[in-house]
């Protein structure tokens, strides 16, 4: 039988997506550091980095230990591919990043869904939803991206994202969900990298949205215990407010995940709301 992936109720996560950041393994380690020790004085927070593939073996507990113990910064991946091995160049499985110890990995990340993007193909629903399935599978939890690219008045970017969340989690059964092995990070592309974040009120009405389009899924219940994280320009002084106003079950942070000391009071800040 398969376990269920623990969490406590209540329970907030943080997740550093560092992108294609650092440049060097000496200012990973820094950034790690500085993130375990920060984390150690938290109460409610879980916090999972996912650093580039190199450095994710620096960033690995050395003892590995209970993803719910307190102070323990969990790993996660970046990206994975579907198959499980074979001639498949440049590609981790999930199966690969499992026996690695990694707990979370990000799937469908709105800068691998972008068309004609440097030097990696656009990600479709399809494939997202395959590698969703892949991580689950692998006993992992996928952190499914989702968000609408542009917002228009006529509530079309509603369809989209609901047309979005179905065609990402096309076969993922709800025996995963039973087994908490997803977390959906809402995203709005337009907010990626930006100024701003979206405000705590429009995050609110999109978390309902997310986990009403969950619910028809698999139904209200199961929804209920799906986080759902913001995602877009968050730093440590508007993480709190969002978290509060926003409702939300957590944030997946960017460029402030690489900033060491914007990112420990970030996760403090968060691990203060009640
Ligand atoms: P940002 O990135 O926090 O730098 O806006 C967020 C993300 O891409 O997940």
């Not at 003892?63 to 440049?90: C, I, L, M, N, R």
Request: hydrophobic fraction near 45%; charge should be positive; proline fraction near 4%.
């Amino acid at each position: 039988m398969t376990k269920k992936f623990s969490r406590k109720i209540g329970q907030k996560i943080v997740i550093g997506n560092w992108k294609m950041n650092p440049l060097t393994v000496a200012e990973a380690k820094r950034i790690i550091v500085s993130v375990k020790k920060a984390a150690k004085k938290l109460n409610r927070t879980k916090v999972v980095i996912c650093p580039p593939s190199p450095f994710i073996g620096y960033a690995l507990p050395r003892v590995p230990e209970k993803s719910t113990a307190k102070g323990v910064v969990s790993v996660g991946a970046q990206d994975v591919f579907y198959e499980e091995q074979g001639a498949f160049t440049g590609e981790v499985s999930a199966r690969q990043l499992a026996d690695m110890d990694l707990g979370y990995v990000i799937v469908g990340h709105s800068e691998r869904r972008r068309a004609g993007e440097g030097a990696f193909a656009a990600e479709t629903d399809v494939v997202v939803a395959k590698k969703a399935i892949a991580v689950a599978q692998a006993g992992m939890v996928a952190v499914l991206c989702v968000g609408e690219t542009v917002r228009d008045a006529h509530g079309e970017y509603l369809d989209f994202l609901r047309n979005q969340i179905r065609a990402s989690l096309q076969g993922f059964s709800k025996k995963y969900i039973e087994e908490r092995r997803l977390v959906v990070a809402y995203e709005p592309v337009w907010a990626i990298g930006a100024k701003e974040a979206m405000t705590p009120t429009l995050i609110h009405e999109m978390t309902i949205f997310v986990k009403k389009v969950l619910a028809d899924l698999y139904g209200q219940e199961e929804a209920f215990d799906v986080p759902v994280l913001y995602g877009g320009s968050v730093n440590f002084r508007n993480a709190a407010d969002i978290i509060r106003g926003g409702e939300v079950n957590g944030l997946l942070v960017g460029r402030e995940s690489v900033n060491a000391p914007g990112f420990a009071e970030l996760i403090r800040a968060v691990d203060e709301v009640k």
